[in-house]
C-alpha cells in the first residue's frame, strides 16, 4: 500500500533559525519523487519532516501541514512512532547494526513492533524483505553471519530490506547511493524502480543523471545566500524538469552552472 502526501505551507525551524520557507508539493503515490539542489537548501531537513524525524532534534519545530492520505501527521493525536513506521528512511551512509546478523538486522524494526514474531513468520519475512531489496541470492547462505561482513552496496540494500520489512507505506531516501560505487548504484537505482511498485519514493540526490533515471518528478529546492531559507523553486514531471525547466536557476543547476 502506498500513499500520497500532500506539503501544505511548511516552515521549517531549527531553533529561531528558518531552514526552509514555505514549501508546498504533491507527492504522488507509487512513484519516485527526487529532491535537487545545492549543499544547504534543505533536501534533508525537508526530507525528515515527512516522517517526523526533523522534531528529534533539539529546538526543531515546523508550521504547515504534512497530510498522508488527507491526514495531517502533525495532528494533535497523532504519533510520531507509528508515523515512523508508516514512513520509512534508508540515510546516505548504510547503516546496518556491525554486531547483528544479516536476518536480525533485517528483522531490527519488526521486533520494536512485534516482540512475539515466530520463526517460521520471522523466517518468511526476512526471505520476502531481502527478495524486496534484491540482496535474497547473495546472502541466503550466510544469514547467521554479520551484516558488516557485507560490501557497501550490499549493506545499503540490507538498511532497505530493514526498512521495507516493516511494511512501511512511503520509503524516504537521503543520498541512498553517495557512498556506494556504480555497480552498487545501478543495482540500488534498478531496485528502486522495483519499489515504486508498493512504495511511495522519495530521494535526495546530487547526481543528476541519477534523478533523471529513477525518478517520475522531479523537486529543486535553491539557496538565496548564507543564512536565507531554502526555498521550492520548481516541481515537475522529471522529463520536463530536465528538457525545459520554467525557471533560470532551475536550468543553471541542472546544467552545472550554478555558483
Ligand atoms: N541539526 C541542525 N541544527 C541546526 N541547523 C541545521 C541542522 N541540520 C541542518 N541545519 C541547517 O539547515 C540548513 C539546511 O541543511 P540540510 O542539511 O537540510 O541541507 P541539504 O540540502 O540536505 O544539504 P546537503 O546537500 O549538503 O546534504 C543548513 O543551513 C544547515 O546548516
Ligand atoms: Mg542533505
Same mark, same amino acid.
Given at each position: 500500500m502506498?500513499?500520497?502526501?500532500? *506539503?501544505?505551507?511548511?516552515?521549517?525551524y /531549527?531553533?529561531?533559525?528558518?531552514? #526552509?520557507?514555505?514549501? @508546498?508539493?504533491?507527492?504522488?503515490?507509487? @512513484?519516485?519523487?527526487?529532491?535537487?539542489?545545492?549543499?544547504?537548501?534543505?533536501?534533508?531537513?525537508f526530507?525528515?519532516?515527512?516522517?517526523?524525524?526533523?522534531?528529534?532534534?533539539?529546538g526543531?519545530? *515546523?508550521?504547515?501541514?504534512?497530510?498522508?492520505?488527507?491526514?495531517?501527521? /502533525?495532528?494533535?493525536?497523532?504519533?510520531p512512532?507509528?508515523?515512523?513506521?508508516?514512513?520509512?528512511? $534508508? &540515510?546516505?551512509?548504510p547503516?546496518? &547494526?556491525?554486531?547483528?546478523?544479516?536476518?536480525?538486522? *533485517?528483522?531490527?524494526?519488526?521486533?520494536?513492533v512485534?516482540?512475539?514474531?515466530?520463526?517460521?513468520?520471522a523466517?518468511?519475512?526476512?526471505?520476502?524483505?531481502?527478495?524486496?531489496?534484491?540482496?535474497?541470492?547473495? $546472502?541466503k547462505?550466510?544469514?547467521?553471519?554479520p551484516?558488516?561482513?557485507? @560490501?557497501?552496496?550490499?549493506?545499503?540494500?540490507?538498511?532497505i530490506?530493514?526498512?521495507?520489512?516493516?511494511?512501511?507505506? #512511503?520509503?524516504?531516501?537521503?543520498?541512498?547511493?553517495?557512498?556506494?560505487?556504480?555497480?552498487?548504484? +545501478?543495482?540500488?537505482?534498478?531496485?528502486?524502480?522495483? +519499489?515504486?511498485?508498493? &512504495?511511495?519514493?522519495?530521494?535526495?540526490t546530487?547526481?543528476?543523471?541519477?534523478?533523471?533515471?529513477? @525518478?517520475?518528478?522531479?523537486?529543486?529546492?535553491?539557496?538565496?545566500?548564507?543564512g536565507?531559507?531554502?526555498?521550492?523553486?520548481e516541481?515537475?514531471?522529471?522529463?520536463?524538469?530536465?528538457a525545459?525547466?520554467t525557471?533560470?536557476?532551475?536550468?543553471? /543547476?541542472?546544467?552545472?552552472?550554478?555558483?
Amino acid at each position: 500500500m502506498s500513499q500520497r502526501i500532500d *506539503v501544505k505551507d511548511l516552515n521549517i525551524y /531549527y531553533g529561531d533559525f528558518l531552514a #526552509v520557507q514555505d514549501v @508546498s508539493m504533491a507527492i504522488e503515490p507509487q @512513484s519516485v519523487t527526487a529532491f535537487i539542489g545545492p549543499s544547504g537548501c534543505g533536501k534533508s531537513t525537508f526530507l525528515r519532516t515527512l516522517n517526523r524525524m526533523h522534531e528529534v532534534i533539539p529546538g526543531a519545530r *515546523v508550521e504547515g501541514t504534512v497530510a498522508m492520505e488527507g491526514v495531517d501527521l /502533525y495532528g494533535d493525536d497523532v504519533d510520531p512512532v507509528a508515523v515512523r513506521r508508516q514512513v520509512g528512511m $534508508v &540515510f546516505q551512509r548504510p547503516n546496518p &547494526f556491525p554486531t547483528m546478523s544479516i536476518e536480525e538486522n *533485517v528483522l531490527a524494526g519488526v521486533r520494536l513492533v512485534n516482540k512475539r514474531i515466530s520463526k517460521a513468520d520471522a523466517a518468511e519475512l526476512v526471505e520476502t524483505s531481502l527478495r524486496g531489496a534484491n540482496l535474497w541470492e547473495e $546472502v541466503k547462505d550466510r544469514l547467521a553471519k554479520p551484516g558488516s561482513g557485507l @560490501s557497501g552496496g550490499q549493506q545499503q540494500r540490507l538498511c532497505i530490506a530493514r526498512a521495507i520489512a516493516v511494511k512501511p507505506q #512511503v520509503l524516504l531516501m537521503d543520498e541512498p547511493c553517495s557512498a556506494l560505487d556504480p555497480i552498487s548504484t +545501478l543495482a540500488i537505482e534498478d531496485l528502486i524502480s522495483e +519499489l515504486k511498485r508498493d &512504495f511511495t519514493i522519495v530521494i535526495v540526490t546530487h547526481n543528476m543523471q541519477q534523478a533523471a533515471r529513477v @525518478s517520475d518528478r522531479t523537486a529543486f529546492f535553491n539557496i538565496a545566500g548564507t543564512g536565507k531559507p531554502g526555498r521550492l523553486i520548481e516541481m515537475d514531471e522529471t522529463g520536463v524538469m530536465f528538457a525545459s525547466p520554467t525557471e533560470k536557476a532551475t536550468e543553471d /543547476y541542472i546544467s552545472g552552472r550554478f555558483g
